[in-house]
């Protein structure tokens, strides 16, 4: 682990020795007024549960060779938020971002995006090191307030049909969450879902963040617009599964992984995506 940080227990800091230099709906960076190379990553009073998550979860990452940032410590603010040290990567960029600067790079950089996908899910943790995305998924729908028993039970069923495997899974695969520098290297961050299972999971994710947003909601998660994002998703999947795949069948191979992924975030969206109601139960069987 990184020499700087040697603890695991959380500690007290105090935030005025950091710089805000960025922030969203699931927390905020910041850089260290006097040690540039350290980040934190606070997370809101409401996400504590994820916060420590991804920090068991990082560490294990990168102690597994998956390039990623270096976790230092887990602390914790005066007012309760709790927080991630992590080594800082100077000058990254998400492929997302990227996309939005110099979309004329946009094969490019399917490729890579691509390329490090098929290198993740060619890893093969120690069996138990990480949780099945299964077990994660049957988790989320079982408290999902906006399925009946009778969904529920179906659901859970289908899962339980769905193939098994033990590759190495990023959880939440999009194109904000894998970042690159102008060295050449590339990293996966954002790694609170790691996980392992069928990469058809994180294929199923990739083509939700990519193709099935709203024009808004992928200009403000992704800074593109819809026809960017789908155009890198159809090269992602020319370089993933190879320049002669069908487009078409790929997205409806991955079409129940997207719908089981809808379901396991209605409770933190706040709302059902009714419209996915009918072809679910169709799926399903009920």
Not at 231 to 250: C, N
Request: with cysteine; proline share 6%; glycine share 8%.
């Amino acid at each position: 682990m990184w020499s700087l940080f040697k603890k695991k227990n959380g500690k007290l800091i105090d935030l005025n020795d950091y710089t805000l230099s960025g922030g969203g709906k699931l927390g905020e960076s910041y850089v260290h007024r006097t040690n540039p190379d350290v980040l934190l990553k606070l997370y809101p009073q409401n996400l504590e549960a994820m916060g420590r998550e991804e920090y068991e979860r990082a560490c294990k990452v990168f102690e597994l060779g998956v390039p990623s940032p270096e976790p230092g410590e887990l602390v914790h603010t005066g007012d309760g938020r709790i927080g991630i040290l992590f080594k800082r990567i100077a000058g990254k960029k998400s492929y997302a971002r990227a996309l939005a600067d110099n979309p004329e790079h946009l094969e490019e950089y399917a490729a890579t995006f691509a390329r490090m996908s098929k290198e993740l899910h060619a890893i093969r943790p120690k069996a138990g090191t990480f949780p099945k995305i299964k077990d994660q998924y049957k988790a989320a729908i079982a408290l999902n307030p906006y399925l009946n028993g009778k969904e529920k039970e179906a659901v859970l069923r289908f899962i339980d049909g769905l193939p098994d495997a033990d590759t190495a899974l990023h959880g939440d695969l999009h194109q904000g969450n894998i970042i690159f520098t102008e060295d050449g290297k590339q990293y996966f961050i954002d790694l609170s879902e790691f996980c392992t299972g069928s990469p058809l999971f994180d294929l199923g994710i990739m083509m939700i963040q990519t193709c099935w947003l709203p024009e808004e909601e992928e200009r403000e998660l992704y800074h593109i617009g819809l026809d960017t994002s789908k155009a890198f998703w159809k090269a992602f999947v020319r370089a993933y599964f190879g320049p002669d795949a069908s487009l078409e069948e790929v997205q409806a191979q991955l079409r129940p992984y997207a719908f089981l992924r809808i379901l396991t975030i209605e409770r933190s969206l706040g709302s059902p995506r009714m419209e996915i109601r009918p072809a679910l139960h169709e799926l399903i069987g009920i």
